[in-house]
């Protein structure tokens, strides 16, 4: 497949975005016709300054872009996710109705400078934001294969629970059984412990198959920049592996119906203490 | 002990435990034969609040049995973390179904159990320390004064005042005129204070039992926090009083529910080396102290912290307002609790 020549040059140009003359050549080039579905995605991982972008033909955001090339078979760079943000929202973060914020994203490889067009109204921005070395992702290797218990609850059972867990805990015990308690959320903190049930018979819980009674701690320091992708969700997936480990996938709706999923991995915490009741 | 509150009296008792928090650091919890008690008191010990909660309140209610010495077992748990479990009182509202609390003494742990809509349950098991009787001695028959009023009125007034005054000072006139004026220490000087003065008919109370002009100053703060409950409930709230430096009882009843706070008022204006005490040292008292020695003079409530009956605290009020006058019936009821 040829290098993709810049927007405006062939076929597939972004919409709405200026072009580029300056004849560079992209191996990734992402439009969106709404840089707010983008922004608000990454705003549900951004707790930590940087961020690794991994692009390939199955990209994660491959759903809600208008356009998604990419020429190598994955693409990968770090970026500060601060910036990223600042950068989508510059035209500012309030939504009103029938404006929207064109967003055309590119980059031409190793080295250069993530390109970020946006245009609102008429009005466009040109954004270069350096990329840096990309680092180590962390690989879970958490597979299907492997996956012990599997939940599907409805957000809005969990969100509160989140937000009015007891912070003086050092961890949250997650506790999948087929038996009671079914589902349990525990934790250790100063003043004694808390336990928070769900019935498996509950109208919140989509899905229920747990073949094994399983009861993991997790650090809650871990667990707690999860919540932001709670707030935004509509459902999520908790599922537990052979080695304890933890996977949460986030269902997002965007404004215009789209799904998109944030997933978050999280290991058991080493030194395991006897349950206390 | 073990009790259930299911429905609209779970929003009540998160109410309940919300005023409380504005008094004290930790709850006392007893439970008594004649319902759960529910007790707070500041570190300065001007400022006591009881709660208690009539059999009936409850959809089950068990004290449980004495122990050796023939007492209900009782503790206190940390203030904080009582209120974190009550601290949503929209949600309480919304998804709460039933709150069961549950207190063993051989267990170590007291249980507080909400059963949330959707089948979610949240049990939590909370650390106590074992305490002895948290009581304020204080009788509303031996105060000479009283008002009551719907806590509306009370809430109005109290309105115009800043969320920051520390103390108010509650007058009656003559024709009963009741004002409310925020207290303004006399080493402040004049030019620099803001003084608010809000003055009540008599007919906006349903009841002004003053027998003469009087003025008792007592910190809002924990007014306030009273009135907020005040005012969900629906209930009138009396104000006994009497002279300056003795404490102000502030009360709701009603079958199902008593609640009283006592506040200490500010002594008289000679003695205002007193008002540096008001928030002194912590006056605590030994089980075998004799009270009735020198108290009259503190401006702490004196606490009862034993079972053994002691002499109510002052002098009774014949020293105060001899003279005979239509406001001076003693009113009914009143309870020394």
Redesign the interface.
């Known amino acids: 497949m040829p290098l993709l020549l810049p927007a405006g040059a062939g076929a597939g140009a972004g919409a709405g975005a200026g072009a580029d003359g300056s004849g560079a050549r992209y191996v990734l080039v992402a439009s969106l016709d709404k840089a707010r579905h983008l922004s608000t995605m990454l705003r549900a991982v951004h707790f930590r300054d940087v961020a690794t972008c991994v692009a390939t033909a199955n990209g994660l955001k491959a759903g809600i872009f208008q356009e998604f090339v990419v020429q190598e078979e994955s693409v990968t760079f770090r970026i500060n996710l601060t910036i990223l943000l600042d950068c989508l929202t510059i035209f500012g973060t309030s939504s009103l109705p029938g404006t929207s914020t064109a967003l055309r994203m590119c980059y031409c490889g190793y080295g250069y400078p993530l390109t970020l067009f946006l245009e609102e109204g008429g009005v466009v921005t040109v954004c270069k934001i350096n990329t840096q070395e990309p680092e180590e992702t962390l690989d879970f290797d958490f597979c299907s294969t492997n996956v012990v218990n599997k939940i599907i609850l409805q957000s809005e059972?969990l969100r509160?629970?989140f937000a009015?867990l007891?912070m003086t805990s050092d961890v949250l015990q997650i506790t999948m059984s087929p038996e009671k308690p079914y589902f349990r959320l525990s934790t250790f903190g100063?003043?004694?412990?808390?336990?928070?049930?769900?019935?498996k018979?509950?109208?919140?819980m989509e899905v229920f198959q747990c073949n094994q009674t399983q009861t993991n701690r997790y650090k809650i320091s871990l667990l707690k920049p999860s919540t932001k992708a709670l707030a935004l969700s509509c459902k999520v997936s908790i599922r537990t592996d052979t080695r304890g480990f933890l996977s949460l996938q986030y269902m997002i709706r965007n404004e215009d119906g789209q799904i998109c999923f944030v997933e978050y991995y999280c290991c058991p915490d080493e030194d395991v203490a006897e349950t206390e009741l | 002990m073990k009790c259930v509150v299911i429905g609209g009296n779970v929003k009540v008792l998160g109410k309940a435990v919300h005023a409380l928090s504005r008094i004290g650091d930790e709850l006392y919890v007893e439970p008594t034969e004649n319902g759960l008690s529910l007790r707070a008191v500041n570190s300065s010990r001007s400022a006591y609040a009881c709660f208690l909660f009539a059999p009936l309140f409850f959809q089950l209610y068990e004290a449980g049995g004495p122990d050796a010495h023939g007492e209900l077992f009782r503790c206190k748990v940390l203030m904080k973390t009582f209120l974190a479990i009550f601290r949503s009182l929209p949600s309480l509202e919304k998804t709460v179904s039933k709150c069961l609390i549950s207190l063993n003494p051989r267990a170590s742990r007291l249980v507080v159990q909400l059963h949330y809509k959707y089948g979610v349950t949240k049990t939590h098991n909370l650390s106590f320390q074992e305490c002895e009787l948290l009581q304020a001695i204080f009788d509303k028959q031996l105060c000479t004064s009283t008002l009551c009023a719907s806590a509306r009125v009370l809430v109005d007034a109290v309105v115009h005042f800043p969320v920051t005054l520390a103390e108010v000072t509650l007058g009656v006139g003559p024709s009963g005129k009741v004002s409310l004026r925020n207290y303004v220490d006399e080493e402040t000087e004049p030019s620099k204070t803001m003084v608010t003065e809000l003055c009540l008919s008599e007919d906006e109370f349903q009841d002004v039992r003053v027998p003469q002009e009087t003025q008792v100053t007592f910190c809002l703060k924990e007014f306030r926090g009273l009135l907020s409950f005040a005012e969900s409930s629906n209930l009138p709230l009396s104000i006994h009083f009497d002279t300056p430096g003795r404490p102000a009882v502030f009360s709701l009843e009603d079958p199902l529910l008593e609640v009283h706070l006592v506040l200490a008022t500010l002594a008289d204006s000679n003695a205002s080396s007193q008002a540096q005490t008001a928030n002194g040292a912590c006056h605590k008292c030994a089980a075998d102290e004799d009270f009735a020695v020198d108290d009259l003079e503190s401006y702490m409530i004196a606490m009862e912290t034993t079972t053994v009956p002691l002499p109510v605290l002052w002098v009774s009020a014949d020293t105060v307002a001899g003279q005979s006058s239509p406001y001076s019936q003693p009113r009914g009821a009143g309870r020394g609790q």
């Open positions: 059972g509160e629970a009015e007891d100063n003043a004694g412990s808390a336990h928070l049930d769900y019935l018979e509950s109208d919140l």
